[in-house]
Antibody, heavy 117, light 107 residues
Framework: EVQLVESGGGLVQPGGSLRLSCAGS????????MHWVRQAPGKGLVWVSG????????SYADSVKGRFTISRDNAKNMFYLQMNSLRAEDTAVYYC??????????WGQGTLVTVSS | EIVLTQSPATLSLSPGERATLSCRAS??????LAWYQQKTGQAPRLLIYGASNRATGIPARFSGSGSGTDFTLTISSLEPEDFAVYYCQQHSNWPITFGQGTRLEIK
């Protein structure tokens, strides 16, 4: 069974940093594109960042470019989102996803990030 | 950035009725279009990929059609568990984008 489990969310002050992690199991992690998607309270889904299977290609939404960094460790079946200079508008549930939009898409259950003083 | 516009924003129907949800792209996405269902407090669930292919385990009452810029998700006969929010998503071009969602509510 495919599982994606996020961790690392929590309450952080504006300007602070947080690192989200996502652990994958039940599939060949090293051949999968991985993405982060977020959803602010009561709002729609917004793609944040994606990373190619071997880590050679990354992409970011304009709203997080220069502040967030996506990375992965295929040996550990883990991938990450380092979030710096956090703002109130970054408050959301963050989902990790595999191969978004494809037949073998899977989503984690999400981790809540709250940016507030 | 490709903008996906979903209509209507809210659709009020009764169980047993047919639902037709629309997604229009600001420029062509070929068939790189997926549909998701999301219920309150849950992660999105893939329904359709490649514009018209049902994902594993998705009932036959769900169908997708379209290519290029105009896409449709049809639910042939609504079941009580189908009332939720539906999103379309394109992965033809970076950045990946989602529509704003259609809320399907019980009339």
């Amino acid at each position: 069974e495919v599982q994606l489990v996020e961790s690392g969310g929590g309450l952080v002050q504006p300007g602070g940093s947080l690192r989200l992690s996502c652990a994958g199991s039940g599939f060949t992690f090293s051949t999968s594109w991985m993405h982060w998607v977020r959803q602010a309270p009561g709002k729609g889904l917004v793609w944040v960042s994606g990373i190619k299977s071997d880590g050679s290609t990354t992409s970011y939404a304009d709203s997080v470019k220069g502040r967030f960094t996506i990375s992965r460790d295929n040996a550990k079946n883990m991938f990450y989102l380092q979030m710096n200079s956090l703002r109130a508008e970054d408050t959301a549930v963050y989902y990790c996803t595999r191969n978004i939009g494809a037949a073998d898409t899977h989503w984690g259950q999400g981790t809540l990030v709250t940016v507030s003083s | 950035e490709i903008v996906l516009t979903q209509s209507p924003a809210t659709l009020s129907l009764s169980p047993g009725e047919r639902a037709t949800l629309s997604c229009r792209a600001s420029r062509t996405v070929s068939n790189y279009l997926a549909w998701y269902q999301q219920k309150t407090g849950q992660a999105p669930r893939l329904l359709i990929y490649g514009a018209s292919n049902r994902a594993t385990g998705i009932p036959a009452r769900f169908s997708g059609s379209g290519s290029g810029t105009d896409f449709t998700l049809t639910i042939s006969s609504l079941e009580p568990e189908d009332f939720a929010v539906y999103y379309c998503q394109q992965h033809s071009n970076w950045p990946i984008t989602f529509g704003q969602g259609t809320r399907l509510e019980i009339k």
